[in-house]
């Protein structure tokens, strides 16, 4: 089990600490939705959450086979949905390019993506879009 310590700053801010290494993390309520915009909102870190989740385990898949992933970059994007707000979908656009993966490790690493635990954890009601580029 992992653990964080969090604290409301007030003006629709909080402070989360990642207990084991002590990394400091700030949010901030979206400037649509009352609040400066300046950090990561709650949501917006669900939908980085998803993307990060995917690209490690493609990394991981790839590490134990002995296949390279560098230069893999990915971008991560959310709809919200009118009040009450929740997300509505989250795409997730992974690219690597100007590698020589064959078409089954491709495949196997596009499965292992959609299988992340964040993927399968998030609610079938939020949609996700995902898009490799090879």
């Known amino acids: 089990m992992v653990n964080f310590h969090s604290e409301y700053q007030g003006n629709l801010r909080t402070s989360v600490t990642h207990e084991p290494s002590g990394t400091k993390l700030i949010t901030d309520a979206p400037t649509d939705n009352h609040g400066k915009g300046e950090n990561f909102s709650p949501t917006d870190l669900v939908a980085t959450a998803l ?50 993966l064959t078409k089954e490790q491709k495949q196997t690493l596009e499965t292992a993506a959609r299988k992340c635990p964040v993927a399968l954890t998030l609610s079938p009601e939020v949609k996700q879009t995902v898009i490799f580029d090879w």
């Open 51 to 100: 993307g990060s989740c995917m690209v490690t385990i493609m990394g991981i898949v790839a590490q134990r086979a002995g296949w390279s992933l560098d230069g893999m970059t990915w971008k991560s994007s959310k709809i919200m949905t009118p009040p009450p707000r929740r997300i509505a979908e989250i795409s997730i656009h992974i690219k690597l390019e100007n590698h020589s």
